[in-house]
C-alpha cells in the first residue's frame, strides 16, 4: 500500500498528506466506538434517525466543499461530485425516514408460543473502502449501521485521505456522538489488527477483488462477519427491438460516467447483430464529443482518471487486449497534458482466449460484442466471473424481465444504465462480492437477528 497522500491527477500535484496511526490512537479509537455501542443499546433508533436528518442538512451545506475535494483528490468532474453528495444526502435521509420502522420486532407464528425476533446492534464495524466515489461508499455503510446502532470505523483508500477526513468532519458537525465514524489511516497490518480485536464485529469492504480476497480472508479467520461489494464486468444487452432514442440515452453515460471508474459501469456492451454498427457508430459519436480538460470546469466532460497508477494499469491492459486480438475500432485523439489522461477507447473482436476476456477494465474502455441471438448474448453476459449489474435494452419490458431473470447478476436495470439509490439493494454475486448494502437488506447487513419466545404454555402442559 502507498502511504495516504492527496495528489491531484489533473496537475500531479501532492497537496497533503497523512500518517499512520500510533497503537495508543488506534486502542482509543476501538475504546471509543466499543462504549458507544453499549451505550446505543439503551437508546431507541429514533433518537439516531433524527441526528442522520441534521448530518443530510450538513452536507447539503457543505456540498461544495465535499465535493470539490474529491474532485481534487480523483479528478471526477465537479458536477458529478455534487451529484455524489447529493445521493448521500439521499441514503442519510432514507435510513432516517424508514431505519426505525424497518428495525422494529418481527412476529414469527409458530406452535410454541409468542414468538419475534429483534433486531439490534452487533458491535463496532470496520469499513475499508476504495476511491472511485469517496463519499458515497462512505455513507452506504455509515448510514444504516448508525441507525442500527453500530460505530464505524473507517479505513479509505490511500488516495482520498482528504475526502475521507471532511466527511468524518461532517458527519461530526451534524451532531454524530464522538465514536460513531472514526476514520483511522490504517496500514494493511494495522487493519489486521482492528479486525482481530473483539470489539470489532463486522467487516465491509468496497473493493477489488485483491482487497476483498485479501480482507475477507482475514474476517473468516477471525470468524466476524463480513460484506464484500467487488468488482464488475457487466453486460449492456441490446436486443434486437431495442428502441433507437431510449438505446442512446441509456448509452450516453454508462461508460463514461466517473470516467468508466464505476463498478457498475456498462464494460460488455453485447449486441444482437442487427444493431451492431448502431451501437458502435453510437459509443464513437459519445466517446468523440468528449472534452478533456480541467474537473473543476464546467466544460470539461473528460476528466483524469483518478492517478497515473490507474492510467498506467489501464494502458497495460487495452495492450493486453490488443495484443490478445481485439482490435481497435474507435480511440480518441492524443491528449497533451500532464494530468493521469486515459484516451477512450473502443475495443470489439474480443474472445474468449484473450487475456482481458474475464478482467474488469477500470475506466473509458468500451468492449463492444456482437451475437447472432439472445441465447448467446445471455450465454455471453454469464461468461464472466463476475455478476454484478447488468442492463437490459427492449421495447418489449415482459420479453426483457425475462431476459433479466436468466442473468447470473445482482442487479439488472431495464432500458437504462446502472443505478444507485438508498431504497434499492447494490451487491453482486460470484467474484463480485457477498452480502447488499443499502435499501432493508443493508440495513439488515450487520445486525442480530435476537430470537425471543415465551415458552411459559408449554412448561405448563
Ligand atoms: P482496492 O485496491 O481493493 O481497495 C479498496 C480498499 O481496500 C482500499 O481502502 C484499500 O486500501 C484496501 N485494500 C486493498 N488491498 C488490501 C489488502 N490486501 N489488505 C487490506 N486492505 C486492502 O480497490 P480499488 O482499486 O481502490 O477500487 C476499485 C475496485 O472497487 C474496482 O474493482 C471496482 O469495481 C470496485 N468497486 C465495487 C463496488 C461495489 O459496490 N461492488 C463499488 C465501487 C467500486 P489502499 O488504498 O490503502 O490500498
Known amino acids: 500500500m502507498a502511504k495516504y497522500e492527496s495528489v491531484n491527477p489533473y496537475t500531479n500535484e501532492v497537496f497533503a498528506s497523512y500518517e499512520n496511526p500510533t497503537d495508543q490512537q488506534i486502542e482509543e479509537s476501538l475504546a471509543l466506538a466499543h462504549a458507544l455501542y453499549k451505550k446505543w443499546r439503551h437508546e431507541e433508533p429514533s433518537s439516531r434517525a433524527a441526528i442522520l436528518k441534521d448530518i443530510a442538512a450538513k452536507f447539503q451545506e457543505k456540498e461544495e466543499e465535499m465535493a470539490k475535494t474529491m474532485t481534487l483528490e480523483m479528478g471526477k468532474k465537479l458536477s458529478e461530485a455534487k451529484e455524489e453528495v447529493e445521493i448521500c444526502i439521499g441514503i442519510l435521509n432514507y435510513y432516517a425516514d424508514h431505519g426505525p420502522e424497518l428495525l422494529k420486532p418481527v412476529d414469527l407464528p409458530n406452535p410454541y408460543g409468542r414468538a419475534y425476533y429483534l433486531k439490534q446492534a452487533t458491535g463496532v464495524i470496520m469499513a475499508c473502502e476504495p476511491w472511485n466515489f469517496p463519499l458515497y461508499q462512505v455513507i452506504r455503510v455509515f448510514a444504516p449501521n448508525f441507525v442500527v446502532g453500530n460505530p464505524m470505523l473507517l479505513k479509505h483508500a490511500h488516495n ?89 440515452a441509456a448509452l450516453s453515460d454508462a461508460r463514461t460516467y466517473n470516467n468508466g471508474q464505476v ?174 448494502e443499502l435499501s432493508p437488506l443493508g440495513l439488515n447487513a450487520f445486525v442480530n437477528e435476537h430470537l425471543v419466545i415465551d415458552f411459559t404454555d408449554q412448561n405448563q402442559q
Request: aromatic fraction near 6%; hydrophobic fraction near 40%; charge should be negative.
Open 263 to 436: 463498478c457498475t459501469s456498462s464494460k460488455r456492451m453485447i449486441v444482437l447483430a442487427d444493431r451492431y454498427e448502431e451501437v458502435l457508430a453510437d459509443m464513437k459519436e459519445i466517446y468523440s464529443g468528449l472534452k478533456w480538460g480541467d474537473p473543476l470546469e464546467d466544460s470539461t466532460t473528460l476528466p483524469p482518471m483518478s492517478s497515473q497508477a490507474a492510467k498506467e494499469k489501464l494502458a497495460k491492459q487495452v495492450e493486453a487486449a490488443v495484443a490478445g486480438g481485439a482490435k481497435v475500432y474507435y480511440e480518441y485523439p492524443e491528449i497533451d497534458a500532464p494530468g493521469a489522461f486515459s484516451r477512450p477507447i473502443i475495443l470489439t473482436d474480443m474472445t474468449k482466449d484473450n487475456p482481458m476476456f474475464d478482467q474488469e477494465m477500470f475506466g473509458p474502455v468500451c468492449v463492444v460484442y456482437k451475437v447472432k441471438d439472445e441465447a448467446e448474448a445471455i450465454a455471453l453476459a454469464n461468461d464472466s466471473s463476475y455478476g454484478l449489474g447488468s442492463s437490459v435494452i427492449s421495447s418489449d419490458i415482459k420479453h426483457a424481465e425475462e431476459v433479466a431473470s436468466q442473468i447470473e447478476t445482482g442487479m439488472t436495470v431495464i432500458n437504462g444504465r446502472w443505478i444507485t439509490d438508498g431504497s434499492l439493494p447494490f451487491g453482486g454475486v460470484k467474484k463480485s462480492g457477498y452480502g447488499r
Open 160 to 248: 482520498v485521505p482528504s475526502s475521507a477526513a471532511l466527511a468524518a468532519k461532517i458527519v461530526k458537525s451534524g451532531g454524530a456522538p464522538e465514536g460513531s465514524l472514526l476514520n483511522l489511516y490504517l496500514s494493511y497490518s494495522q487493519l489486521d489488527q482492528v479486525i482481530a480485536d473483539p470489539r470489532v464485529q463486522g467487516v465491509a469492504l468496497t473493493g477489488s477483488e485483491r482487497g476483498g480476497a485479501s480482507v475477507a480472508e482475514n474476517a473468516g479467520k477471525n470468524l466476524k462477519k463480513s460484506t464484500m461489494e467487488l468488482g464488475g464486468n457487466d453486460a449492456f444487452i441490446v436486443l434486437s427491438d431495442a428502441d433507437p432514442a431510449v438505446l442512446k
